[in-house]
Structure formats: structure tokens, C-alpha cells
């Protein structure tokens, strides 16, 4: 995977929040559909010509209709709160899903991107409080955060749905989901770019020419790593996985869990 752009990758959001009522019929004909969801809360608020506790779940889309959604909210037709969220699946055109995840499923990438989007000042508040400070756990329960490479193979395996990232193995992509949906979409655009920056560095300097797959357990044979994730020159059963810190972990490739 080498010079992918931002027009390389398929999107899809979901936005939790409030919509008016000739908002969401807007974008229900045009984008997507509007669903209930039970986690977003209120606190008794009462919106007239509001439909409320609901979330927009998009159609796949390209990276000017990924623009073009998110400039369409503004405070006038969509309220938001502490409770609500928004999720961003990634794909990559004619790439294999498991190349996507080998290369994106690494701990010190996944860590940089936890520090950079709980930084107040340069994301805002909002976004900050959905992952909270320093490395401790937030409080918010639906976009966990990943604190040791072990977590990220656990939760790759398992596509566990409450975590910064997860492994969507269903529809075939990335569901970030640590995202703060900004009444100003304009803003949670402005986020969105930054992160996309910072994936799209990350999937280019994956060379095309090497395998790179999720292992664990007890090491057997190291042949070649770089940058925290599983690469191999020669293929055979042995695929090995180091960290940064020189811990070595070996187990078949999982492929089969990441194809259910």
C-alpha cells in the first residue's frame, strides 16, 4: 500500500445526536437512514420539531461526499451532547481487508492517535473528554483505549465493539469510534482530516512487497520485524510478531477469525 490519498479510502459515518425533523428527512433521501439508539441521553431536554435519541448511519461514501454530509450540520438543524458519538469506518479501494488491519492494528500508532486526539487545544474540548487524559481509562465506556499491544491483538481477534477502534470484520472495515460529533459538522471534519493525515502515513509506509500479520503466544523463530507489526521475507508457518520493546510473540495468522 503506497501513495494512498485521501480519495484511496471508502467511508461510511454514524452521528448520534438530535436531528430536525426536515434535516433528517434530508439526509434519510440522500445519505442514509436514521436509526434509534438507546445510548444517547438527554437528561428530559424537550426539542420541538425535533426527532430525538437517534442515529445517522450514512451510505458508503467518497472522500467529497464524506465533505459534503458533514457540511450540512450546523446548530440550527442538529444538537449533540456528552452522550453521543461519532463513528468513522474506513475501507481501502482494492485492498484486502486484512492487509487493512495488519497494517492499522498497531499499538504504537493506536497509542499517538490516543494521545493526539485527547489534546484540548488542538482538538477541543469535546473531543478530548470522549478519551480523557494521560493514559488512564476513560469514562467513557464506548471507545475504550488501547494500553498495551497485547490489548490490540486481543480486541483485533475478538472485534470487540467498544474500543477506539474496532475490527468491524462484518462489513469488511474500521470503525473508529472516538469521534465527537460538533454540532459545527465543519469541526468534526477538521478532526476527521487530522486523523486521516496521520492513517494515511501510516498505511504508505507499509511496503506492498512484505506480509504482515496479527500473531501471539510464545516465540519460535524470529525472521524479520519493523516498527511493531508481523513482516515476512520467507513464507512459511512461523510468522512472528516484536514490539518495540524487543517482546517477541508467535502464533498462526488469523485470517479466519478477521473473514467470520
Not at 54 to 67: C, P, R
Not at 155 to 166: C, D, L, N, P
Not at 224 to 242: A, C, L, P
Request: net charge positive.
Amino acid at each position: 500500500m503506497k501513495n494512498l490519498t485521501k480519495n484511496s479510502l471508502n467511508y461510511g459515518i454514524e452521528v448520534e445526536g438530535a436531528f430536525k425533523s426536515d434535516f433528517a428527512e434530508e439526509l434519510e433521501e440522500n445519505w442514509g437512514e436514521l436509526r434509534g439508539d438507546g445510548s444517547v441521553n438527554f437528561g428530559g431536554l424537550d426539542f420541538d420539531d425535533y426527532v430525538e435519541s437517534e442515529e445517522f448511519v450514512s451510505k458508503i461514501l467518497s472522500y467529497q461526499e464524506l465533505k459534503k454530509v458533514l457540511g450540512l450540520f450546523n446548530s440550527k438543524v442538529f444538537f449533540s451532547n456528552s452522550s453521543c458519538g461519532l463513528h468513522l469506518h474506513i475501507s481501502v479501494k482494492q485492498v484486502p481487508f486484512v492487509r487493512l488491519v495488519s497494517s492499522v492494528m498497531d499499538y504504537e500508532f493506536i497509542k499517538k492517535q490516543q494521545d493526539i486526539f485527547s489534546i484540548e487545544k488542538k482538538v477541543g474540548k469535546f473531543q478530548a473528554n470522549r478519551l480523557g487524559s494521560g493514559n488512564s481509562y476513560n469514562s467513557n465506556n464506548y471507545c475504550n483505549k488501547f494500553h498495551s499491544i497485547n490489548d490490540v491483538i486481543h480486541r483485533a481477534k475478538t472485534g470487540e465493539k467498544y474500543s477506539f477502534v474496532r475490527v468491524h470484520s462484518r462489513w469488511s472495515t474500521l470503525e473508529w469510534r472516538f469521534f465527537y460529533p460538533y454540532r459545527n459538522g465543519k469541526k468534526s471534519l477538521a478532526n476527521i482530516q487530522l486523523f486521516l493525515d496521520g492513517l494515511l502515513k501510516q498505511l504508505n509506509k507499509v511496503s506492498s512487497d512484505k506480509k504482515e500479520f496479527f500473531c501471539s503466544d510464545e516465540p519460535k523463530q524470529i525472521d524479520y520485524s519493523k516498527n511493531g507489526r508481523i513482516s515476512k521475507g520467507v513464507f512459511n508457518s512461523d510468522y512472528v510478531f516484536s514490539d518495540s520493546k524487543g517482546q517477541k510473540y508467535k502464533k498462526d495468522f488469523v485470517l479466519e477469525l478477521l473473514n467470520n
